[in-house]
């Protein structure tokens, strides 16, 4: 039996799935993060082989057999990041034909199955990638927390520290963030989470965590934390209107589809987000991705043997997806 691979690698995690050209997933793993500019290209690598040998174990496949290995990247912003990027999946060691992607590209592919549409990502990072009627495939946004993510988990942590201290120095109203940092942090005044931010310092991820403290203050009707979640709203409505606009769709009837924890946290970024998109897009549909990125690398794997997602392979696909992701996701 012939075998291809998809891995989504993360920043917090890597997820690898095995399954055959009739497009039926054998197995699946998942592993820690494989994002290269936080860990290192060879324990970037050694994560990518670990979860692929594990998916292919379980699939009862060799991972050095697999004819087509998909791999969707977290970070991978220039031309160095891509050779970066081969470098890594040649010391992983796995699969035939080795393939890197953006993960924006994963992302869309699952969303869409190669259909036009645009995805919008709100979770760790943020980016927005789009594709025509033409296959044409383009992205915006993603460029790291320290340049870039506005959207994000991460840049709504950031802005709710700092909107808790400016609220000491009397720069901005009281918030009910500060309260929440100071009961989740166990901190004796809330200053002192100036030391949890750059005394340890504070990971993306664990900054990123603070969002669900601010998606909770605003849920309670803290005008601090919504006014928040209404700007990171317009901005990833933003990043959707410079795709649309780039791949002429903004007069057409869009599909839209978005992801990420931001948007599953709570409806309070979906009314400024989608107040934006009006600006730009008249008519547009939200929806549900079809899949998880990790599927788009395996859709792509697929395709590089020749295999569309239609019809029975697209119902296989369809039917092992919840058997094999339920517990890896």
Known sequence: MIFVAGVDGGATKTIAVVG??????????????????????????????????????????????????IMGLAAMDSPRDFLVGRKV????????????????????????LGSPGIVVNAGTGSFAAGMDASGTVIRAGGW????????????????????ALRAVDGRERKTAIARLLVRNFKLRTLEDIVHEVHG??????????????????????DGVARDIFAYEGRVLADLVC?????????????????????????????????????????????????????????????????????????ENLRSSYKRHLGNII
């Open 144 to 163: 790291g927390n320290i340049i870039d993510d506005e959207g994000s988990a991460y840049d709504i942590g950031r802005l709710g520290i700092r909107a």
């Open 200 to 221: 340890k310092p504070m990971t993306v991820d664990e900054i990123s965590a603070i969002s669900k403290l601010v998606a909770r203050a605003a849920f309670e009707g």
């Open 242 to 314: 410079s795709v649309a606009q780039r791949l002429r769709m903004t007069r057409t009837k869009l599909d839209l589809f978005c992801t990420g924890g931001v948007f599953k946290s709570d409806v309070t970024i979906l009314k400024p987000f989608t107040r934006e998109l009006r600006k730009n897009i008249p008519r547009f549909s939200i929806r549900q991705p079809r899949f998880e990125p990790v599927i788009g690398a395996f859709i792509l794997a697929l395709r590089e043997q020749g295999v569309e997602t239609r019809g029975r392979i697209l």
């Open 20 to 69: 055959g050209l009739d497009g039926t997933l054998h197995g699946s793993a998942r592993a820690p993060s494989s994002n290269y500019h936080n860990i290192g290209v060879v324990k970037a690598a050694k994560s990518i082989r670990a979860c692929v040998d594990l998916a292919s174990r379980r699939a009862g496949a060799s991972a050095k057999n697999l004819e087509a290995l």
């Open 89 to 112: 999946a040649n010391l992983a060691g796995v699969g035939k034909i080795r393939m890197v992607k953006h993960d924006s590209v994963i992302a869309l592919y699952a969303a869409t």
